[in-house]
T-cell receptor
Framework: AQSVAQPEDQVNVAEGNPLTVKCTYS??????LFWYVQYPNRGLQFLLK??????LVKGSYGFEAEFNKSQTSFHLKKPSALVSDSALYFC????????????FGTGTRLQVFP | DTAVSQTPKYLVTQMGNDKSIKCEQN?????MYWYKQDSKKFLKIMFS???????INETVPNRFSPKSPDKAHLNLHINSLELGDSAVYFC????????????FGSGTQLSVL
């Protein structure tokens, strides 16, 4: 069965510093990996995805993520954090033998301090 | 023009009641979903329809019944509401499944008293 883990409940970073939000996955076969962001009282918004090809994926709002097959990871990164990046971030995986179902991680709250 | 819209935004009701949440998407997508987000923000898929056909039905109590009158609409009916049903319910849609990104509605906050 596919699964995804976000080991950190919260990540704190100062504005202007680089940020990383961690994600590891487990799936039989090739994974489809996604990052979504949720602002308060809103639905989730798509940030980026990895399906195949270049391991470094660039997405919305200056975010990027790197697919690492050997470490089964798909960490979200941004070179310089903004206060407005503060939100709840979800990693998600589908693929393998069940491409229909997108499984979400438990979410990581990113807090960017001025 | 809202892409995925769900109503109502808030729903407060008594235990034992029956309620419905409606969802509509104007993106022309083939696939629609219902997700439940609990108080800890854990997000879990409940149902998925592709061209009005049920393709995912997770281990959800049969008090929950989705209905898709056409591929632009996916409604969720809940019978005999229980305290544990309190959560935020999100509708979403995508063009196809698997590798496609999801577009989410803004959620329905259900509170069962």
């Amino acid at each position: 069965a596919q699964s995804v883990a976000q080991p950190e409940d919260q990540v704190n970073v100062a504005e202007g510093n680089p940020l990383t939000v961690k994600c590891t996955y487990s799936v039989s076969g090739n994974p489809y990996l996604f990052w979504y962001v949720q602002y308060p009282n809103r639905g989730l918004q798509f940030l980026l995805k990895y399906i195949t090809g270049d391991n470094l994926v660039k997405g919305s709002y200056g975010f990027e993520a790197e697919f690492n097959k050997s470490q089964t990871s798909f960490h979200l990164k941004k070179p310089s954090a903004l206060v407005s990046d503060s939100a709840l971030y979800f990693c998600a995986v589908s693929g393998g033998y069940n491409t229909d179902k997108l499984i979400f991680g438990t979410g990581t709250r990113l807090q960017v301090f001025p | 023009d809202t892409a995925v819209s769900q109503t109502p935004k808030y729903l407060v009701t008594q235990m034992g009641n029956d309620k419905s949440i409606k969802c509509e998407q104007n993106l022309g997508h083939d696939t629609m979903y219902w997700y439940k987000q609990d108080s800890k923000k854990f997000l879990k898929i409940m149902f998925s329809y592709n061209n009005k056909e049920l393709i995912i039905n997770e281990t959800v109590p049969n008090r929950f019944s989705p209905k898709s009158p056409d591929k632009a609409h996916l409604n969720l009916h809940i019978n005999s509401l229980e305290l544990g049903d309190s959560a935020v319910y999100f509708c979403a849609s995508s063009q196809g499944t698997g590798a496609e990104k999801l577009f989410f509605g803004s959620g329905t906050q259900l509170s069962v008293l």
